[in-house]
């Protein structure tokens, strides 16, 4: 064999589970089709949130606390400053299903946090505009975290450990015979014991029974100017995340010290394949963008100075597949986080890790089983 795990991508997952497994001082080769830190999916975009009251269910929480402790064990690994800790407020009325996980989260692992009255969260966090009947939960372990370098980070500390990276370079097939697993990789073919899939939304590409398990779609982000930018600094605007009726949007507060970053949850569309991912800015982005903005942070221009096009894998629950896909236990499958999988990622890389190994982890992963919509041997 060539090793004893290959990582076919190294983008958020992959380049956590390939720093994972090469602490465990086990032989492993990364391929990566683009360069290293690239922006073409879903760590694309200088800034993700991080949070632990979790609106996509509470089951999330410890999985979020293992990757708080491991987001700065690669800072110190890598010497980098990755995770800002801002807190980050959830916006809503009570009783939607977002604000009652959130809700739920907090009570059930007993997480430190603020319910904001109307009067404390005029006086401290007035960039926001409420609307009536709306609550702000402030989560105290929440900020954001910087992606690219976060993935730099964890390829450069695994090479270090002595794993083996090949950039540019595209994975073409991979073919489990049962007693190794072949990856053909710009044209040679490498065999490994294991190997763990990370392809993001490349993701229903390596499917071969299963490819619309997975779908690709865009994400649309946008940058804006404000009209006093010391007002929305990491000190005095945290990360947020809000619902209020139809409109869902989350942002962060500015890093480099000019721009605000604001994104809105809308379907932006399919894409047919990921190579495809059209770039380019719709006229319906930017005017979803614009009337968010314009309607609920009056602090902003709403007339969007950047705007920036990624894209991520879906799936049918918008919950991720992760775990084992063959009966062999030799494929690995981290995929389908759908949009709000990087916070998790340093934790994955360890699960990955760990099914790689060991064939089990620590942590309850029954709602990320791949086993809800995969047939067997999918790949």
């Not at 800002?84 to 989260?105: K, Q």
């Not at 009067?119 to 926001?128: D, L, V």
């Not at 500390?157 to 990856?183: D, F, M, P, Q, W």
């Not at 500015?254 to 190579?275: I, N, R, W």
């Amino acid at each position: 064999m060539d090793a004893d795990v290959g990582v076919i991508g190294l983008g958020s997952m992959g380049s956590m589970a390939l720093w994972q497994i090469a602490k465990k001082g086990v032989s492993v080769i990364g391929f990566e089709q683009f360069g290293i830190g690239h922006d073409y999916s879903a760590a694309g975009g200088e800034s993700r949130i991080f949070r632990t009251a979790y609106g996509e269910g509470a089951e999330y929480v410890p999985i979020l606390k293992e990757a708080y402790r491991l987001w700065r064990e690669l800072e110190q690994e890598s010497g980098n400053t990755l995770l800002h800790l801002t807190g980050a407020l959830m916006i809503g009325e009570p009783d939607t299903p977002f604000m009652s996980n959130v809700l739920n989260s907090i009570q059930t692992f007993d997480l430190e946090h603020e319910i904001l009255n109307e009067e404390q969260w005029k006086r401290r966090y007035p960039q926001h505009r409420l609307l009536p009947g709306e609550m702000m939960i402030l989560d105290k372990l929440a900020g954001g975290l910087r992606p690219e370098l976060a993935v730099v980070s964890a390829v450069k500390r695994a090479e270090e450990l002595g794993a083996k990276v090949y950039s540019h370079c595209r994975v073409e097939s991979i073919s489990n015979s049962g007693s190794t697993v072949k990856v053909l990789a710009n044209g040679k073919e490498y065999q490994f014991g294991k190997v763990v899939i990370a392809t993001g939304p490349w993701t229903g590409v390596f499917l071969s029974n299963d490819k619309r398990q997975v779908h690709a779609k865009r994400l649309v982000m946008g940058w804006f100017a404000a009209k006093d930018i010391k007002r929305f600094q990491r000190n005095n605007f945290p990360v947020y995340i809000r619902e209020s009726g139809e409109d869902k949007f989350y942002g962060t507060p500015t890093f480099e010290g000019s721009m605000v970053k604001a994104a809105v949850y809308h379907d932006f569309g399919a894409v047919d394949h990921p190579d495809e991912l059209e770039r380019k800015m719709m006229p319906d982005d930017l005017g979803i963008l614009r009337e968010t903005v314009q309607k609920y942070l009056p602090d902003l221009y709403p007339e969007p100075v950047r705007i920036g096009v990624y894209m991520d894998g879906f799936t049918a629950d918008e919950h991720a597949f992760v775990g084992s896909i063959d009966e062999e236990d030799r494929v690995v499958l981290l995929g389908g986080f759908s949009g709000h999988g990087f916070k998790m990622a340093s934790a994955m890389g360890k699960i990955a890790a760990d099914l790689s190994q060991d064939g089990k982890t620590e942590f309850q992963l029954g709602h990320l089983s791949p086993k809800r919509f995969l047939k067997k041997n999918p790949v």
